[in-house]
């Protein structure tokens, strides 16, 4: 195993567990497992429903009502870590 090698494995295996964690976290939003958070999901996460729409309105970012997975594992930005 060369150090190109063990890097890229290393590196895959960092996204597999990033993967896993963004996943885990994005059900704990998605009240009733529809697939995607909608503002009704955020409200009990944060002090106030002014807050919470302001969070919904920052990671939905196509404006559709509903935050995706992908729209909040852009948001988490983990791909670059």
Same mark, same amino acid.
């Given at each position: +195993?060369?150090?190109?090698?063990?890097?890229?494995? =290393?590196?895959? @295996?960092?996204?597999?567990? %990033?993967?896993?964690?963004?996943?885990?976290? $994005?059900? *704990? $939003?998605?009240?009733? %497992? *529809?697939?995607?958070?909608?503002?009704?999901? +955020?409200?009990?996460? $944060?002090?106030?429903?002014?807050?919470?729409? *302001?969070?919904?309105?920052?990671?939905? =970012?196509? &404006?559709?009502?509903?935050? &995706?997975?992908?729209?909040?594992?852009?948001? +988490? @930005? %983990?791909? =670059?870590?």
């Amino acid at each position: +195993l060369d150090m190109d090698e063990f890097i890229a494995a =290393t590196f895959r @295996d960092h996204m597999e567990i %990033c993967d896993e964690n963004v996943r885990s976290a $994005f059900a *704990k $939003f998605d009240r009733g %497992c *529809k697939g995607y958070i909608v503002e009704n999901d +955020l409200y009990e996460f $944060f002090p106030n429903r002014e807050y919470a729409n *302001k969070v919904f309105a920052t990671i939905d =970012t196509n &404006s559709d009502g509903a935050i &995706s997975y992908e729209e909040f594992r852009a948001m +988490l @930005d %983990c791909e =670059t870590h």
